[in-house]
Each structure stands twice: as structure tokens, then as C-alpha cells.
């Protein structure tokens, strides 16, 4: 599964349609066997979103070593996809996705 919210969606189905699942493959995924998880404040996010629009979520990226590494075999193009992503990563479609999802687990 390519997307950290499909866990839940494929452990959902699994359960529901047992007869059609033999196993499911995930890496990184969220799975409902975490529970207590909250939702940050939204302010944080509107913090976030202002951070990323003043640059200064570039300058934190650039600061940070990276795991995205042509020794850890990541080729220069995903690297540099990597980083566009990273310099844009909080969107309103982001930020809604991340509420929805926690409250799809329950």
C-alpha cells in the first residue's frame, strides 16, 4: 500500500472481507492497533502554514540530515522530488487528510 492512510483503509477490508484477504503487505502505514492518538490544536497547523509561506520550513529541512541518501539507494531524481515535496508538505488537503484519518479509526 503506496500511502500511509491506506493501512487502516486495507486492515478495514481485510476484516470485512476475510474470505478475500490472505495478507496485506504495508510499510510505514498507520494501523488502528494505535489508540490514543489526538489531533494537534489547529493552530498549529496555521502556525505550520505560515512557517512553510515564510521559508523557514526550507531552512529546518536544509538543517536536518537527510535519509534520502544516493548510498541509501534513492536516485538524485527522488531525492530532488523528495525535497519539493518537503518544502510544500502542509496543504489545506494535507492538513484535512490528517483529521480525517484519526477519525476513520475509531
Do not use: W
Amino acid at each position: 500500500m503506496p500511502h500511509p492512510a491506506s493501512g487502516i483503509y486495507s486492515e478495514y477490508y481485510a476484516a470485512k472481507y476475510p474470505d478475500e484477504v490472505s495478507a496485506i503487505i504495508m510499510l510505514d502505514t498507520t494501523s488502528t492497533a494505535k489508540t490514543g492518538t489526538k489531533n494537534p490544536p489547529k493552530f498549529l497547523y496555521g502556525l505550520g502554514k505560515l512557517q512553510q509561506a515564510c521559508g523557514l520550513t526550507r531552512i529546518a529541512f536544509g538543517l536536518m540530515p537527510p535519509s534520502q541518501k544516493a548510498e541509501n539507494g534513492y536516485t538524485e531524481k527522488e531525492i530532488s522530488d523528495y525535497k519539493l515535496f518537503a518544502y510544500h508538505v502542509l496543504n489545506d488537503t494535507i492538513i484535512d487528510q490528517s483529521y480525517r484519518m484519526l477519525d476513520n479509526k475509531h
